[in-house]
């Protein structure tokens, strides 16, 4: 299996994630994944009235220096450790 059908293989997995899932957590797997199919980010910042798509594109460009094939890897590493943590199989 190659990288991209590994990735959408995980993508899929984490919408199995349960909804004890932080925050945090689930920023950090968005950033990577909009890094991973967008690219670096390319719009403004939303406004401090608007924070959940502030939170959003903070963690989009907090990776934003990654390749596609490096988002695409720590997505599916940081996917896999949190199914691990909520007992489902991988």
Not at 61 to 87: F, R, W
Request: charged share 30%; aromatic share 8%.
């Amino acid at each position: 299996m190659g990288l991209q059908e590994e990735f959408e293989l995980y993508a899929v997995k984490a919408k199995s994630l349960p909804d004890t899932t932080t925050n945090e957590n689930l920023l950090i797997i968005y950033g990577l994944y909009k890094q991973a199919t967008v690219g670096p980010i390319d719009t403004i910042r939303p406004g401090i009235f608007n924070q959940r798509d502030r939170a959003k594109w903070d963690a989009w460009k907090a990776v934003e220096g990654k390749s596609k094939e490096e988002a695409m890897n720590d997505y599916i590493t940081k996917v896999k450790q949190l199914l691990e943590e909520a007992g489902i199989a991988v």
